[in-house]
């Protein structure tokens, strides 16, 4: 009797990296929530950080119209692509030092993939609607990025007055507040959605409703807007 013997050989076949896999826009849609603060999906509409609205493939550094890029960044030779992206989201400083953007990354895998998917489906304008930013704030006005050529009566700023540590800030609904002045920041905003010349808007903030930011068409205008005055 003969005794026959076979063996199975298994041999492994490496197989090739496809890089992170591209998940739910919708989620993503959610997930960019923490990305609000500082970026906007709208075209051309630049933040502390520029415009994503077509970043999918495009090389860093180069959107139009945003000139406070890093110096890594606008040496950086980078496509933002799926694998790009997703050591991006992870840890920005780690993927490019020098980086300026200061975002510690998104630790979960799954939240990385889905704004990869949602900045895919902007780029190609299928996006889901954007998360709302903000809320209510003092004086009506909400202290999200509005259109603030087109505000209400109690956001636009009809007369602005300083006297000791404190300013009167009086709006068309025919109402004044006083705000200690270290929780009154003065800004500019010369965009397509920036106040109109001449006609500053009151944003307010703060969880107690007690701080605001007016926001000036250009720099002339906040010197001469603000009367020291006491009365």
Not at 146 to 170: F, K, M, W
Request: glycine share 10%.
């Amino acid at each position: 009797m003969r005794l026959h013997l076979f063996f199975v050989v298994s041999v492994a076949v490496p197989l090739a990296y496809a890089g992170p896999e591209i998940g739910d826009a919708k989620r993503g849609a959610q997930a960019f929530r923490l990305c609000v603060a500082c970026h906007s999906v709208t075209e051309g509409e630049h933040m502390t950080g520029p415009s994503l609205a077509h970043i999918w493939r495009r090389k860093a550094g180069t959107v139009e119209g945003f000139v406070r890029y890093s110096e890594a960044m606008k040496r950086a030779d980078i496509v933002w692509d799926e694998a790009a992206l997703h050591k991006w989201l992870s840890d920005p400083d780690a993927f490019l030092p020098g980086t300026t953007m200061s975002f510690p990354g998104m630790k979960q895998s799954k939240d990385r993939q889905d704004v990869i998917a949602y900045l895919k489906a902007v780029a190609e304008n299928k996006a889901p609607a954007q998360p709302q930013r903000g809320g209510r704030g003092m004086m009506g006005m909400g202290n999200q990025r509005a259109n603030l050529r087109s505000v209400p009566p109690e956001g636009q700023v009809v007369a602005i007055r300083h006297c000791g540590d404190t300013y009167t800030v009086e709006t068309a609904d025919g109402e004044s507040k006083k705000i200690w002045e270290f929780n009154l920041r003065l800004k500019t905003d010369s965009s397509k959605t920036g106040p109109a010349p001449g006609k500053p808007a009151v944003i307010g903030a703060g969880m107690q409703g007690d701080r605001a930011s007016i926001v000036f068409a250009s720099p002339k205008e906040l010197s001469e807007a603000i009367e020291e005055s006491c009365q």
